[in-house]
């Protein structure tokens, strides 16, 4: 009887990942190596591969953590980074990213993962799963390093669409609420919107709308509004959540990764400049691979697709097996958290009269 309970149980905790194995720079061997990896670290994880059989079966076979936890759809089609998203929804049934979408959609699997075409994936995502009743333009959202005690704020929109109206800067605020609360495990997040100055009569017309949105819903949904903050706030401690358009969000942390590679760069040329900055190197090895781990972002890879009827993660183009392991972490911790269904409430708690687009 324990043994048929423990069953049971197993089935229970059972998570499935939706990966759309060609999709990315590195290509299909690089995604089924993270999938291995993750699978060594987490039993509990099983996977539905999505790309041509013949390679995949290849690939699958020679990696012993994944034995018995991998399905493989066959799929032919590969979205290239080139490839125009209205292209894609017109003629992608036959992809992989859109294999993977499918699985999420027939409730095959719970999250979808996806190294390919950030705008192909949204746009299939959005025809395909749907937006949740009550949100206007889906928002990416991702985890962005910071002298939080958490060690990251969440950020979006970070590219999903250009453009933000008042109202989906509130419904962003929400969402991103939401993620910290259940990601983050932030019992009251504070939420900044991000403007050229912190004044309130500082931005466009639209900031200055969605900043007294916001404002008065803080009470109601449970997060601290912080107000205005700028973009050296992105990385500071004043909030937990920064809201923003994806036109700026997109700029924003792709500065920040050029920045971040630079000093890298500029970091090595100081330390092999003579015998003694080289010695020095080695001296603090200790504490520069502690910082590298830190500001890794491999290790927080993975933006997330909010407002849709299914979580989405959108894992970076150029992700190896370890960037590939993350976004599956993340995946993973989302399905064990149900966090679409608590976004859904979440959405939907908002007045009437503001659900209205």
Not at 301 to 307: A, K, M
Request: with cysteine; glycine share 10%.
């Amino acid at each position: 009887m324990t043994a048929q309970t423990d069953q049971v149980n197993a089935k229970a905790r059972r998570i499935i990942i939706s990966v759309d194995a060609m999709g990315g720079d590195e290509g299909p061997a690089a995604v089924v190596a993270g999938c291995d990896v993750s699978a060594r670290k987490n039993p509990d994880i099983q996977f539905i591969l999505h790309g041509p059989e013949a390679e995949l079966s290849s690939l699958v076979d020679r990696k012993r953590a994944l034995t018995g936890r991998v399905e493989i759809r066959d799929a032919a089609g590969v979205v290239t980074m080139d490839d125009k998203p209205s292209h894609i929804v017109r003629n992608g049934k036959e992809t992989s990213m859109w294999s993977a979408i499918e699985a999420v959609r027939d409730g095959s699997a719970t999250v979808a993962v996806s190294c390919g075409n950030t705008g192909a994936l949204m746009a299939l995502s959005m025809i395909r799963l749907r937006k949740l009743p009550g949100v206007n333009r889906p928002a990416i959202a991702v985890l962005y390093p910071s002298s939080n005690p958490q060690g990251f704020n969440v950020m979006l929109d970070v590219g999903a669409d250009v453009r933000a109206d008042a109202d989906d800067l509130l419904r962003y605020a929400l969402m991103g609420m939401s993620y910290a609360r259940n990601g983050l495990d932030l019992p009251r997040p504070r939420v900044g919107l991000l403007n050229v100055g912190t004044e309130e009569h500082k931005g466009r017309t639209e900031l200055k709308e969605a900043y007294e949105l916001i404002r008065d819903q803080q009470e109601v949904a449970g997060f601290e509004f912080a107000g205005f903050v700028e973009g050296g706030d992105i990385t500071g401690d004043i909030c937990d959540v920064i809201v923003t358009d994806g036109f700026t969000g997109n700029v924003a942390i792709k500065t920040g990764e050029g920045t971040a590679s630079l000093i890298g760069d500029r970091l090595r040329e100081a330390f092999k400049f003579s015998p003694l900055s080289r010695l020095a190197s080695l001296l603090a090895y200790t504490s520069l691979n502690r910082l590298k781990k830190k500001i890794d972002p491999r290790r927080v890879n993975g933006g997330v697709f909010l407002g849709l009827n299914g979580t989405v993660v959108k894992s970076h183009g150029s992700a190896d097996a370890t960037g590939v392991s993350a976004a599956i972490k993340l995946a993973a911790q989302l399905a064990d958290i149900k966090f679409t269904d608590k976004l859904a409430a979440r959405v939907a708690a908002l007045p009437a009269e503001e659900s209205e687009t």
